[in-house]
T-cell receptor, first 110, second 116 residues
Framework: GQSLEQPSEVTAVEGAIVQINCTYQTSGFYGLSWYQQHDGGAPTFLSYNALDGLEETGRFSSFLSRSDSYGYLLLQELQMKDSASYFCATANQAGTALIFGKGTTLSVSS | DTAVSQTPKYLVTQMGNDKSIKCEQNLGHDTMYWYKQDSKKFLKIMFSYNNKELIINETVPNRFSPKSPDKAHLNLHINSLELGDSAVYFC???????????????FGPGTRLTVT
């Protein structure tokens, strides 16, 4: 089956840069997505990588290395509002649904 | 306009009861989903509907049944509620028919179900 591993918690200060890693084991691979979820809120889509390399969207970037079964989410110029849970996700074996990692809780302090 | 909406937002009920959660999306998406998020924030797919056809059905108890009257709605009915059903249930939708792979999934605000 598919599985994704990511750190459970990360802490950082405002203005810093933080990297959240995700390693995956899959039978077949359909790309890696990242979602953000604030406490009490719904998950919201951040990025999707189908191919190797870096995708940049404002302060957030996502990287994928298919040969290493590894990706990361890079958050720059951290702000307090970035405190949230971040999930990496990929497709199930049939390619019909997303399987999520257990999430990384990011705490940003001043 | 709200893209994906769910009702109710909170649901408190007793064991053994039957309840339903409603979901509607106004994005014109082809596929809708139900997810369960437990107290440890683990987000797990339960069901997916594409053009009113069930395309996945993860290993959830048959007490849970999705019902889709049309492409814009996917309701979740739960029979004989148990304590372990307490969780947050999210509805979501996406374009395409590949389970949301490669497409952005839009999530509803969630329904917090508490079974006592």
């Amino acid at each position: 089956g598919q599985s994704l591993e990511q750190p459970s918690e990360v802490t950082a200060v405002e203005g810093a840069i933080v990297q959240i890693n995700c390693t995956y084991q899959t039978s077949g691979f359909y790309g890696l997505s990242w979602y953000q979820q604030h406490d009490g809120g719904a998950p919201t889509f951040l990025s999707y990588n189908a191919l190797d390399g870096l995708e940049e969207t404002g302060r957030f970037s996502s990287f994928l290395s298919r040969s290493d079964s590894y990706g990361y989410l890079l958050l720059q110029e951290l702000q307090m509002k970035d405190s949230a849970s971040y999930f990496c996700a990929t497709a199930n074996q049939a390619g019909t649904a997303l399987i999520f990692g257990k999430g990384t809780t990011l705490s940003v302090s001043s | 306009d709200t893209a994906v909406s769910q009702t109710p937002k909170y649901l408190v009920t007793q064991m053994g009861n039957d309840k339903s959660i409603k979901c509607e999306q106004n994005l014109g998406h082809d596929t809708m989903y139900w997810y369960k998020q437990d107290s440890k924030k683990f987000l797990k797919i339960m069901f997916s509907y594409n053009n009113k056809e069930l395309i996945i059905n993860e290993t959830v108890p048959n007490r849970f049944s999705p019902k889709s009257p049309d492409k814009a709605h996917l309701n979740l009915h739960i029979n004989s509620l148990e304590l372990g059903d307490s969780a947050v249930y999210f509805c979501a939708s996406s374009q395409g028919t590949s389970g949301g792979v490669g497409y952005e999934q839009y999530f509803g605000p969630g329904t917090r179900l508490t079974v006592t």
